[in-house]
């Protein structure tokens, strides 16, 4: 059975920064593109970044304005999200995705994917 396995979430004063892994067990992902959404309390579940498969192209929602970085090393089947000048706005469940192709923008949207993680808290402290 194929798990998608998220680590890095935790507290955090604004400011700060954490940086999220994903990792699928299982089986590799190396030839599927990658994302990672949020959801806040009360909320829909929305975008903040992706990759293809290769690593060559990223994706970032518009509020992530050159904060988070999103890359992947498929050595290591694991994907990165690097996330810089939280805000505490950024406060969130962050769930890591992997898409039914490789690359393109409709890694923006959640039905390009197939397996979802169970979640890693994010909250940012004022």
């Known amino acids: 059975q194929v798990q998608l396995v998220e680590s890095g979430g935790g507290l955090v004063q604004a400011g700060g920064s954490l940086r999220l892994s994903c990792a699928p067990s299982?089986?590799?992902?190396?030839?599927?593109?990658t994302g990672w959404f949020r959801q806040a309390p009360g909320k829909e579940r929305e975008f903040v970044a992706a990759i293809s498969w290769s690593g060559g192209n990223t994706y970032y929602a518009d509020f992530v304005n050159g904060r988070f970085t999103i890359a992947r090393d498929n050595a290591k089947n694991t994907v990165y999200l690097q996330m810089n000048s939280l805000k505490p706005e950024d406060t969130a469940v962050y769930y890591c995705?992997?898409?039914?192709?490789?690359?393109?923008?409709?890694?923006?949207?959640?039905?390009?994917?197939?397996?979802w993680g169970q979640g890693t808290q994010v909250t940012v402290s004022s």
């Open positions: 995705a992997v898409a039914r192709y490789g690359a393109g923008s409709g890694l923006r949207g959640q039905a390009a994917y197939y397996y």
């Open positions: 299982g089986r590799s992902f190396s030839n599927s593109g």
